[in-house]
């Protein structure tokens, strides 16, 4: 009896470290804030995904992400949300497809850090050109820095040779006179392209006048100036159209000059 007595004494603390060793991790995420059926989820997950949860300062809303269709990577879902502040399926779609790119964006050096508070910029089409530029992250950063700079372009800025703002001006906006540098402003070398971009610092040199100006045929109240062809056509047909459907129209405050 004395034996069966010390067995039994010795047997219930054994138990009892071993319900508590198999139990541990629900024990840690009870503690953390997780009810039982997030748990029941959390605890499916790889032992570093489990690993990564603990250790998050944060309490993840597993059934806010389970709302959709996704791939379990509840940690990165939280953290760029925080980030972006975008939708639960923006989210899940973004982080989904970024899951798949991660280990060659690491490698080039874009961190999540880095996507993340960025994420307007990198988008997945984005993502997909920096892996395929092959350029790391310490070489890009300088020319992406660069108000207008285009990912697209980041190898082509690379291979230039040229600073970085040189770069991305050279080849993103070949069109643009960037000698001037004192002042900041940009003279357009093509002003009689129709896709060249025309706005503060970005000007048509002061003596172009284009070779298709004319007269608007529309009745107007005041005076107004001449238009480009295909603008003063556009305006016309926009009339035309407003007339059909029955409006009354009348041009009734003059609209600005070619030189704006």
Same mark, same amino acid.
């Given at each position: 009896?004395?034996?069966?007595?010390?067995?039994?004494?010795?047997?219930?603390?054994?138990?009892?470290? !071993?319900? %508590?060793?198999?139990?541990?991790?629900?024990?840690?995420? *009870?503690?953390?804030?997780?009810?039982?059926?997030?748990?029941?989820? @959390?605890?499916?997950?790889?032992?570093?995904?489990?690993?990564?949860?603990?250790?998050?300062?944060?309490?993840?809303?597993? *059934?806010?992400?389970? +709302?959709?269709?996704?791939? *379990?990577?509840?940690?990165?879902?939280?953290?760029?949300?925080? !980030?972006?502040?975008?939708?639960?399926?923006?989210?899940?779609?973004?982080?989904?497809?970024?899951?798949?790119?991660?280990?060659? %964006?690491? =490698?080039?050096?874009?961190?999540?850090?880095?996507?993340?508070?960025?994420?307007?910029?990198?988008?997945?089409?984005?993502?997909?050109?920096?892996?395929?530029?092959?350029?790391?992250?310490?070489?890009?950063?300088?020319?992406? !820095?660069?108000?207008?700079?285009?990912?697209?372009?980041?190898?082509?800025?690379?291979?230039?040779?040229?600073?970085?703002?040189?770069?991305?001006?050279?080849?993103? =906006?070949?069109?643009?006179?960037?000698?001037?540098?004192?002042?900041?402003?940009?003279?357009?070398?093509?002003?009689?392209?129709?896709?060249?971009?025309?706005?503060?610092?970005?000007?048509?040199?002061?003596?172009?006048?284009?070779?298709?100006?004319?007269? @608007?045929?529309?009745?107007?109240?005041?005076?107004?100036?001449?238009?480009?062809?295909?603008? !003063?056509?556009?305006?016309?047909?926009?009339? +035309?159209?407003?007339?059909?459907?029955? =409006?009354?129209?009348?041009?009734? *405050?003059?609209?600005?000059? =070619?030189?704006?």
């Amino acid at each position: 009896m004395n034996r069966k007595r010390i067995a039994i004494v010795v047997l219930i603390p054994v138990i009892c470290i !071993a319900l %508590l060793i198999a139990n541990f991790t629900s024990i840690r995420l *009870s503690i953390k804030g997780y009810h039982k059926e997030d748990k029941k989820v @959390v605890l499916k997950l790889e032992k570093d995904d489990i690993k990564d949860i603990l250790d998050y300062d944060q309490i993840i809303d597993i *059934s806010k992400w389970n +709302k959709v269709e996704n791939d *379990s990577h509840y940690l990165l879902y939280d953290e760029y949300y925080r !980030a972006s502040k975008k939708s639960v399926k923006k989210v899940v779609y973004y982080i989904d497809s970024y899951y798949e790119r991660m280990e060659d %964006l690491n =490698y080039l050096g874009y961190t999540k850090d880095v996507l993340f508070k960025n994420s307007d910029v990198y988008t997945i089409s984005n993502l997909d050109t920096l892996i395929s530029a092959s350029v790391p992250y310490k070489k890009a950063k300088k020319y992406l !820095a660069i108000k207008g700079a285009q990912i697209k372009d980041i190898k082509e800025y690379v291979d230039s040779g040229f600073k970085p703002l040189k770069a991305v001006l050279t080849v993103s =906006y070949p069109g643009i006179d960037s000698s001037k540098r004192d002042d900041r402003t940009y003279t357009i070398e093509d002003p009689s392209n129709m896709l060249v971009l025309i706005k503060n610092g970005f000007s048509v040199p002061s003596d172009y006048v284009p070779s298709d100006l004319r007269d @608007v045929n529309i009745p107007y109240e005041s005076e107004v100036g001449q238009l480009r062809d295909c603008a !003063a056509t556009a305006l016309e047909n926009m009339y +035309k159209d407003g007339l059909k459907q029955g =409006y009354s129209i009348a041009i009734k *405050s003059s609209y600005r000059s =070619y030189k704006t």
